[in-house]
T-cell receptor, first 115, second 113 residues
């Protein structure tokens, strides 16, 4: 059963704590993306990766970090430098790079709450 | 910077009524995509339009890409409760940002049975 999985579904972070959100895909897609969605708003791009061992900053990368050591995995770390991390985080992938013209397939998302 | 705006932000209709959302880009787009996000869910791809003036239909949904490739619309005929959700348009970034998909602000559709 192919698809994108994200874990955990809900995550609670204490002040000053780093947390890592998991994103795994078994679609054999080259490109992967991380978006942030705030209530009632659209999606904003955090980071994206077109190939393994390469990634680029999106529009709101400050306070976040990523890695792409394997094709199927693209974890996102929300660092303590991100002052307002409460949001819905969505991971997506596309068959090929060139995300602006490629269909993106989304995972179920992780809701991060700050305690 | 590049902006993709949608109107209305929210629309409430009675089941059976029609619904239209409009998408406007500040720059010309090579293509436009539409996604639907159910409440509490994740965006799901609906369709992609590429040609100027293109019209595509999916059952009760009609998608149109403007002649100038700067705007698009989604029209739903005879809405059903299953149509509830937020509809997003999305287009490629401008200039050196073509690897990014820029999402519109979204239109939340509520359907009253």
């Amino acid at each position: 059963d192919g698809g994108i999985t994200q874990s955990p579904k809900y995550l609670f972070r204490k002040e000053g704590q780093n947390v890592t959100l998991s994103c795994e895909q078994n679609l054999n897609h080259d490109a992967m993306y991380w978006y942030r969605q705030d209530p009632g708003q659209g999606l904003r791009l955090i980071y994206y990766s077109q190939i393994v061992n390469d990634f680029q900053k999106g529009d709101i990368a400050e306070g976040y970090s990523v890695s792409r050591e394997k094709k199927e995995s693209f974890p996102l770390t929300v660092t303590s430098a991100q002052k307002n991390p409460t949001a819905f985080y969505l991971c997506a992938s596309s068959i090929r790079p060139g995300g602006g013209s490629e269909t993106q397939y989304f995972g179920p998302g992780t809701r991060l709450l700050v305690l | 910077g590049q902006q993709v705006m949608q109107i209305p932000q929210y629309q409430h209709v009675q089941e059976g009524e029609d619904f239209t959302t409009y998408c406007n880009s500040s720059t010309t787009l090579s293509n436009i995509q539409w996604y639907k996000q159910r409440p509490g869910g994740h965006p799901v791809f609906l369709i992609q339009l590429v040609k100027s003036g293109e019209v595509k239909k999916q059952k009760r949904l009609t998608f149109q890409f403007g002649e100038a490739k700067k705007n698009s619309s989604l029209h739903i005929t005879a809405t059903q409760t299953t149509d509830v959700g937020t509809y997003f348009c999305a287009g490629p970034g401008y200039g050196g940002a073509t690897n990014k998909l820029i999402f519109g602000t979204g239109t939340l559709l509520a359907v009253q049975p």
